[in-house]
């Protein structure tokens, strides 16, 4: 049996710099709003950019603060998963909860690494699709062994397709 932690040490840290620049988009065109121009021609003016950058703000804002709290409910929880022969148990957070799900590893159809979302995406035989974000694992090391367990069933993987994309991604993480 393989136990790898799932829940980052820090959720806050891990994502101060989505949070800067949310922040940003939404104070700066309020204290000195601009318009956008290219040349002499007017592409949008000052109210317009500042409606935009303050809408994107705060959906970026609001990405952001649902990623920390879905990190802070795994970490209260215990965040886990297990590989335990064919079978791995992996927690999942709906609705305000987080709770244990199962899936063998015999029925990974094909796993793929998002790098733009950091996310490691299983799709299973039956159409289920898993996704799980690798900077929620202790570290790369972690991450590579989890995927290597995947990948000894999983036919539409190729042997280190996730590991350099993982580890370019989680290079900027500590923890």
Known sequence: MKTFNYAPA??????????????????????????????????????????????????LLAMTLNKVRLAR????????????????TYPVFSKGTVSEATFAVSAVESQHYDEEEGELRITLADGTRIVLDSGFFDSTEQYDAFCALLKKSAPGSEPGENAASAAAAMNGRSG
Do not use: N
């Open 73 to 88: 409910a795994l970490a209260a929880h215990g965040g886990k998963i297990t590989v335990d022969g064919d079978r791995v």
């Open 10 to 59: 820090s959720p806050i840290k891990d994502q101060l710099t989505m949070l800067a620049v949310s922040a940003g988009m939404i104070v700066v065109p309020l204290i000195y709003p601009f318009g956008l121009r290219i040349g002499r021609l007017r592409i949008l003016g000052p109210t317009a950019t500042t409606v935009l950058f303050i809408v994107g703000g705060l959906v």
